[in-house]
C-alpha cells in the first residue's frame, strides 16, 4: 500500500502558500496571546503557583455548589472545588491556596473526614499535593531555563550540522510551536503545569525531528542539483518526505491518542498538549521552518552563490 | 559487516535484555513480593502509593542559636569573672560586647579564647564585635543537616515503613520518600516539629503587662478543643528568660497513664548528667513553678515540691494517647537543630497508584498495537521487521531501567508510550528511502543497501536533537519529570539500536543472502 506516490522530480508547492501560512501562524499565536493577556496571566498549576491539591473520590456523585457552600459555612472561602475526570469516577480535585487553615496542616486528611463525613460516610483521599510558594517560583525558573537549554542546544548542533541560517529558522519553528501550544492552554482555560512543560518539551524535540529531516534532504538536494533555485529545491525535498512526515506524524499521534484517551486524568493535559504540539509540529516544519530558511537565505546568501529567484 | 558477526551481537544484545528484564517480569506477577526480587524496575510513588516530601532544614536558625548560645555563655563568664559590662547583645551573624566606660576585657586570654576558636574579633571603644567565622557558620550548617538527616531516620523508623529512603538534596534540603505510606497525618506530625525541649522558671509575681523585658519573657499555653480542633484560649507565662535544661540529657520516653484521670503523659528519664543537673534545679527552686516549654509553647507548669533527685521527669497536658506516643517518639529522636519547612509534598494513596498503572499500562498496549497493525499493514513483510525491532525496543528499555533500579513514574510510563510512536520513525525513513530507491533503481539489494546508508545520517540528526530536549528536562531533579525524561532518553537510544541494527539483520537474512533477488516485501 502506498499514498503520496510521486514520480521522481515531481513536487507539491508548499512554498506557494508561505504568506497564507504566515497568516494562519500569526493568527493562532496572536489568538494566544490575546487570551493570555485576557486571563491577566497564564492560569498555573500548583507546581508553579503553590498551594495545595487534594484529590477525594466520593461513593455518590458530589454535589460541587453544596460543598462549596459547606466549606464556606466553615470558614473557608478561599478553596476552589472542580470535579476530575470521569462524573462516573465521582472524584473532586479540591484546591487550598498557600497558608489556607487546611494548608499543609498536619491534620490535613483528618479534618478533611471530619468536614465531610457527616455527608459522605465513605469517601477516599487519593492524592494529596503540596507545593510551597518558593518551590512554585524555582519550578518557574527551572522551566523557563529547560526550554532555553534545549533551544540553545539545538540551534547550536543545527549549526554545526547545517548552516546558522537553518539552525535559526528551526528555532522560529519551535518558539512557534511552543506558542501556540501555550496560547491553546490559555484559549482553552486549561491549567499551565509542570507536565505540560514536559510536554513542550517533548514537542520541541519531535518538532525538530521532522524539521531536520526536511532539512536534511534540502542538504542533500542541494548536492545533487546544484543548477536548480533554491525555492524549487525546497519544494522539492519537503514532497519526498512528505509521506514520512505524515506517517510519522500518523504513528505518534496513535499513541498521543491512547495516552490522551486512557491514560487517565493526571495525564491528560500532558497528552492534550502533545496531542496538539505533534499537530502543530508537522505543520511548522513544512511551513514555518522552511519558509524562513528560504527567506534568510535571500536575505544573507552563502558566500559564493548566486542569490536565489523565485 | 559479517552476517554472523551481526546476528552474534543482536543475540547477546537479546540475551542480555531478556536476563535484565526477566526479573521485572517476576517481581510483578501475582503473589510475589516485590521486594523480594533485586534489579527490577521500581514503582515510583505515583504508582505504589506513598509519601514523598522534600523539607528544607532552616540552617540559619541553627546558625543563629549558637550565636545565641554563645553570648548566654559569654555573658555568664563575664559575671562569674566580675568583669564590669554593660550587655552582651545578639545580631544576625554576630555578638556585640559592651564595656562600662574605661574597662576592657583581653578576649585573646585564657578562660575568653575559646571563644576566637569560632569567631573573629573587631575591638572599638568600648564595643567588641564578635562575628561568627564563615567556614564555622558553614561547619554549623552542615552539620544541621546531617543532624536533621539523622533525627528524621529514627522519627521515621517508628512508622514501620518497609523501605523509607531520605536523601540530602542540594544544600540543606532533604527528600524523604514513604512508599506504602498509610497514615498520612501521623508522618507529617512526626517529622514537622523541631521538638526542642526547655525547662524554665515562671515568675509568678510578674504579669505579661509588667515583666522585665531584659530577664523574662513570655511564653503561651494553648489550649485546644478537641473535637473541633479550634484553639480555645491562650494562657501566657512569664518565664526567666534562662533555659535551665533542654531535652539534650533525655535517655528515654514513655507514655503512661494517670491514674487519678485516667489522662496519658510522657514520662521522661534522663541520663546521669541530666539527672544531676535537674536534681541540682529542682532543689534550688522548690515552691516555684518550673514550665516545661516544648518547640516555644508551654506544655505544663508544675510546682517543684522538692528537689527531684530520681532524673525522671513528665510533661503533661491534655493529650490524646495519640498525641502522647507522637510526642514520646519525638522526644526519643531528640531534637531538630533547626526548625524545617515542608517545600513540597506529594502523597497518593495505593488504590489511585493502581489505576494509574492500569492506565499507563492500557494506554502502552493500545497504543503499541496500533502502531504495529499500521506498520505491518502498511510496509508488509517490512512492517513485521520492524514491529519485531518495536518489541525488542520495549524488552531493552524495560532491561535497562531494571539493570539500574530505575523508578518508573507515571510521566514516565507516558515516556515509552510515546518513544513507541517516535521509534517507528527511524525505520519509516528507512522504508521510504528504500521505496524512493526501487523507483530509480531496478536493484533491490543496492535499493535496500542505499536505503540503510542514506537514512541513517538523517535519524542520527534527528534523534540526537531530540535527545537534548530530554536531557534539558533531566534538570528538574527527582520530580515525576525526570522519570520522563530518562525513559525518553533511554527510548531515543534504545530505539536507534533496534531500528538500525535489528531491522536491518532481518533485511540481510531474509533478502540479501538470496542470490536471485527480484522483489521486496516493503
Given amino acids: ?118 455527608q459522605h460516610p465513605k469517601l477516599e483521599i487519593r492524592r494529596i499535593e503540596t507545593i510551597g510558594p518558593k518551590v512554585g517560583d524555582e519550578l518557574k525558573i527551572s522551566a523557563v531555563q529547560a526550554i532555553l537549554i534545549a533551544l540553545g542546544l ?13 539552525g535559526v529558522s528551526a528555532i522560529v519553528a519551535l518558539v512557534h510551536d511552543v506558542l501556540v501550544v501555550i496560547g491553546m492552554f490559555s484559549i482553552l482555560d486549561k491549567e499551565f503545569s509542570l507536565t505540560v512543560v514536559a510536554a513542550l518539551l517533548t514537542v520541541v524535540g519531535y518538532s525538530l525531528n521532522d524539521t531536520i529531516v526536511v532539512f536534511d534532504r534540502i542538504r542533500e538536494n542541494q548536492g545533487k542539483y546544484r543548477k536548480k533555485p533554491f525555492d524549487e529545491t525546497i519544494n522539492l525535498s519537503i514532497t519526498e518526505t512528505l ?42 516544519s513544512i511551513y514555518v521552518a522552511s519558509p524562513v530558511a528560504v527567506y534568510l537565505t535571500k536575505l544573507a546568501p552563502p558566500a559564493g552563490t548566486a542569490p536565489a529567484t523565485t | 559487516m559479517d552476517i554472523k558477526f551481526k546476528g552474534g551481537i543482536i543475540l547477546i544484545v537479546l540475551i542480555a535484555a531478556l536476563y535484565y528484564a526477566f526479573p521485572t517480569y517476576r517481581a510483578y506477577q501475582p503473589g510475589v513480593d516485590p521486594q523480594t526480587v533485586d534489579n527490577k524496575v521500581n514503582l515510583g510513588l505515583d504508582l505504589q502509593g506513598g509519601m514523598y516530601l522534600d523539607i528544607e532544614i532552616k540552617v540559619e536558625e541553627a546558625v543563629k542559636e549558637i550565636i545565641r548560645r554563645t553570648a548566654v555563655e559569654l555573658e555568664d563568664l563575664l559575671i562569674d569573672e566580675q568583669i564590669d559590662f554593660v550587655e552582651v547583645r545578639q545580631t544576625a551573624g554576630s555578638l556585640i560586647v ?27 571603644g568600648e564595643l567588641t564585635f564578635l562575628s561568627l567565622k564563615e567556614d564555622e557558620a558553614n561547619r554549623i550548617r552542615e552539620s544541621a543537616v546531617s543532624q536533621a538527616l539523622e533525627v528524621l531516620r529514627n522519627r521515621i523508623d517508628s512508622l514501620g515503613i518497609s523501605e523509607p529512603s531520605l536523601q540530602k538534596q542540594g544544600a540543606n534540603n532533604i527528600v524523604i520518600q514513604l512508599p506504602g505510606l498509610k497514615d498520612r497525618d501521623r508522618a507529617i506530625e512526626l517529622i514537622g516539629p523541631q521538638a526542642v525541649l526547655q525547662f524554665q522558671i515562671v515568675n509568678s509575681n510578674a504579669t505579661p503587662n509588667t515583666y522585665n523585658r531584659l530577664t523574662e519573657v513570655v511564653k503561651y499555653q ?27 540529657f533525655i535517655r528515654d520516653a514513655r507514655v503512661r497513664i494517670d491514674s487519678r484521670d485516667n489522662s496519658p503523659y510522657v514520662a521522661l528519664s534522663f541520663d546521669s548528667i541530666g539527672a544531676d543537673l535537674f536534681a541540682k534545679i529542682t532543689r534550688r527552686n522548690v515552691g516555684r513553678n518550673m514550665a516545661i516549654v516544648l518547640d516555644d509553647k508551654v506544655q505544663s507548669a508544675p510546682v517543684i515540691r522538692e528537689a527531684i533527685t530520681g532524673g525522671e ?83 531493552l528499555i524495560i532491561s535497562i531501567l531494571g539493570a539500574f533500579g530505575a523508578t518508573l513514574t507515571l510521566p514516565g510510563m507516558a515516556g515509552i508510550v510515546l518513544t513507541i510512536g517516535m521509534a517507528v520513525d527511524a525505520n519509516v525513513l528507512i522504508f521510504q528511502r528504500i521505496r524512493e530507491e526501487l523507483k530509480r533503481t531496478e536493484n533491490p539489494r543496492a535499493a535496500i543497501q542505499e536505503g540503510f546508508g542514506k537514512a541513517f545520517r538523517t535519524i542520527l540528526d534527528a534523534n540526537i536533537t531530540t535527545l537534548f530536549a530530554a536531557l534539558a528536562l533531566l534538570q528538574f531533579g527527582t520530580g515525576p519529570i525526570k522519570g520522563f525524561a530518562v525513559t525518553l532518553s533511554i527510548g531515543i537510544i534504545a530505539s536507534m539500536f533496534t531500528a538500525i541494527v535489528v531491522t536491518r539483520f532481518f533485511f540481510d537474512i531474509v533478502y540479501l543472502r538470496k542470490t536471485k533477488l527480484h522483489k521486496l516485501s516493503i
Avoid: C
Fill in chain 1, 1 to 118: 500500500m502506498q499514498f503520496l506516490n510521486f514520480k521522481e522530480g515531481q513536487f507539491i508547492d508548499f512554498l506557494s502558500y508561505k504568506r497564507l501560512a504566515a497568516v494562519f501562524s500569526g493568527l493562532l499565536i496572536l489568538a494566544g496571546v490575546a487570551s493570555i493577556v485576557a486571563h491577566q496571566g497564564l492560569k498555573y498549576g500548583i507546581d508553579f503557583r503553590g498551594g495545595t491539591n487534594v484529590q477525594i473520590q466520593f461513593s455518590t456523585a458530589p454535589d460541587l455548589d453544596q460543598l462549596r457552600q459547606f466549606f464556606a459555612e466553615k470558614g473557608m472561602k478561599n478553596v476552589v472545588l472542580q470535579t476530575f475526570g470521569d462524573a462516573a469516577d465521582k472524584e473532586i480535585l479540591l484546591g487550598l491556596p498557600t497558608g489556607s487553615p487546611l494548608g499543609t496542616g498536619e491534620q490535613l486528611t483528618s479534618e478533611l473526614r471530619k468536614i465531610l463525613l457527616p
Fill in chain 1, 154 to 166: 539545538v540551534l547550536l548542533y543545527i549549526t554545526i550540522r547545517f548552516q546558522w541560517r537553518q
Fill in chain 1, 243 to 284: 509521506s514520512r512526515t505524515l506517517i510519522t506524524s500518523g504513528t505518534t499521534l496513535l499513541v498521543v491518542l491512547a495516552l490522551f484517551l486512557l491514560g487517565g486524568e493526571i495525564i491528560h493535559d500532558f497528552a492534550f498538549a502533545l496531542l496538539v504540539g505533534v499537530l502543530i509540529g508537522t505543520y511548522s
Fill in chain 2, 98 to 124: 559592651e564595656m562600662e566606660a574605661g574597662k576592657k576585657v583581653n578576649l585573646e586570654l585564657e578562660p575568653y579564647d575559646r571563644f576566637l576558636v569560632q569567631f573573629d574579633q573587631q575591638p572599638e
Fill in chain 2, 222 to 248: 494553648e489550649v485546644w478543643d478537641k473535637t473541633t480542633n479550634k484553639l480555645i484560649s491562650k494562657r501566657p507565662y512569664v518565664l526567666d528568660k534562662k533555659i535551665l535544661m533542654t531535652g539534650e
Fill in chain 2, 313 to 395: 521527669a513528665s510533661i503533661s497536658g491534655q493529650f490524646t494517647v495519640e498525641e502522647a506516643d507522637t510526642l514520646k517518639i519525638v522526644l526519643r529522636s531528640g531534637s531538630l537543630p533547626a526548625p524545617i519547612e515542608i517545600r513540597e509534598e506529594r502523597t497518593v494513596g495505593a488504590s489511585l497508584g493502581e489505576d494509574s498503572v492500569e492506565q499507563g499500562l492500557s494506554s502502552l498496549m493500545i497504543g503499541s498495537v496500533l502502531v504495529l497493525i499500521f506498520m505491518i499493514f502498511y510496509y508488509r513483510l517490512a512492517g513485521v521487521f520492524a514491529a519485531v525491532a518495536l518489541i525488542f525496543n520495549v524488552i
